[in-house]
């Protein structure tokens, strides 16, 4: 049924590490190969061997308005004729950090980098630089990309040193950040007590999307912000997923807290490589060349991805679009719960905007432990009787599921549908 994904795959492992770019392509989740895509066309994708799946990946969020949208499609094509990458500035550069200002009012000054990870290194870089300290908090299952010092979850202690999540990080990095758990503010409250004029920053990502999403609790983000400051450490929201995903300002809009420094990627970018980290003239006039902290990058304010970027900006700034979305959303998250209690299948599903996650669990997922919690097998089946009848999720239980703007009211009922048989099928 999918012989030619098959046999690229073991093509693939042959001269790519794994056979992927990117570890979470490769299935290793939900057991099976993976799907070799061809194009994409709205919520549609096409594999090689002819299949076509309705998707709620969007590229793992950037495609906030579908493959192949026109004004998309329009803008590139104009800027290829132009030139693609010039190492001088261009005016479309201007434009997009502009934007950027406009809808973040966190943000006086943005620098364009190339990928989220970038994005996130570079602003803990300057969290360093401006506060004169060396260590970092984060939240344990928050992902901000593969940065050395980030890739830390708690050991065995809350406020123990952290360890690396993979070999091949020197213990200095891994030695300076401290990993909490999720909606904990008393914990974070006690390692910053105990870590007085130490802690550079608190990172985290203000509605969690790499544990599955995972929603901050009432009032855990003005706690943030408010211990942030008596500290004295600087709190550095990671919107890579989030930025422009919640509202047209992100999270922050969303949920109304400030951070000094926001880190944005994805839907920036419209689906080419891009990535962000602004904050306050204050802070910012440290970065290089107003200020002593080095940063740069060969492709950084690429011009195609800049105006990907500038096009998709431009479609979602209609206020309209997001109570669309999130309508959408709502109308297939409650159908799905409602196919799973009739199938007498337990689920949690989370929520927010155009986010969501199917929790194989029969608790409330608010932290990275609850999440574990979750029965990946279940989802790993649930994940395959979907894809079988034509509807690509995420490949992994701590992943976020996208609705798009190219989304229709029958695509969500056909989903809702295949969700019906595909726990019927668990159920039994
Ligand atoms: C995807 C992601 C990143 C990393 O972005 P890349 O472009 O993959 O480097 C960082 N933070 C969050 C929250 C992300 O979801």
């Excluded at 709190?235 to 997923?241: G, M």
């Excluded at 940063?295 to 479609?315: E, F």
């Excluded at 929520?351 to 029969?362: A, E, R, W």
């Excluded at 089946?381 to 798009?404: I, N, R």
């Amino acid at each position: 049924m999918t012989p030619k994904s098959k046999h690229m795959f073991s093509r693939a492992q042959h001269r790519i590490p794994g056979g992927v770019n990117s570890p979470v392509r490769a299935f290793q989740s939900v057991g099976g190969h993976p799907r070799f895509i061809k194009s994409g066309q709205g919520c549609r994708i096409r594999d090689i061997d002819g299949h076509t799946y309705i998707e709620y990946l969007g590229s793992w969020g950037p495609l906030i308005l579908g493959h192949c949208h026109p004004k998309i499609k329009a803008a590139l094509q104009k800027q290829i004729s132009l030139g693609t990458s010039f190492g001088a500035s261009t005016e479309s550069e201007v434009v997009l950090a502009e934007m950027i200002a406009d809808a973040l009012p966190s943000i006086d000054k943005v620098r364009l980098v190339n990928s989220g990870t970038e994005a996130t290194m570079s602003a803990v870089r300057l969290a360093r630089a401006f506060t004169g300290r060396h260590k970092i908090i984060k939240f344990d299952g928050c992902y901000h990309g593969h940065v050395d010092s980030l890739l830390v979850k708690a050991g065995s202690g809350v406020a123990t040193l952290g360890l690396p999540d993979s070999p091949g990080i020197v213990p200095q990095d891994s030695n300076y950040t401290i990993s909490v758990p999720y909606n904990d503010p008393d914990t974070l409250e006690d390692v910053l007590n105990r870590n007085r004029s130490e802690i550079a920053a608190v990172i985290l990502e203000p509605v969690a999307g790499n544990m599955g999403a995972v929603l901050p609790a009432k009032g855990f983000l003005q706690r943030l912000r408010k211990l942030t400051r008596e500290h004295g450490a600087l709190l550095i929201f990671d919107e890579v997923i989030t930025g422009f995903r919640l509202s047209y300002g992100g999270a922050q809009q969303l949920l109304k807290v400030k951070p000094d420094i926001t880190c944005l990627g994805k839907i920036i970018g419209g689906g080419l490589p891009i990535g962000a980290y602004g904050g306050h003239r204050e802070i910012m006039k440290w970065v290089a060349p107003e200020g002593p902290v080095y940063q740069a990058g060969t492709l950084s304010g690429n011009p195609l991805a800049v105006a990907a970027g500038i096009a998709t900006l431009k479609v979602l700034k209609k206020a309209s679009n997001y109570s669309k979305l999130e309508r959408m959303t709502q109308n297939l998250v409650s159908g799905l719960q409602k196919a799973a209690d009739q199938a007498g299948v337990t689920v949690r599903i989370n929520t927010i905007g155009s986010m969501f996650t199917i929790f194989f669990n029969d608790s409330p997922v608010t932290d990275f432990t609850s999440a574990k919690t979750s029965n990946t097998g279940s989802y790993g089946k649930f994940f395959h009787a979907l894809l079988k009848k034509g509807f690509y999720f995420p490949p992994s239980q701590f992943e976020t599921s996208f609705v798009s703007l190219a989304h229709t009211g029958n695509d969500i009922k056909a989903t809702i549908q295949a969700a019906r048989t595909a726990f019927d099928a668990l159920a039994e």
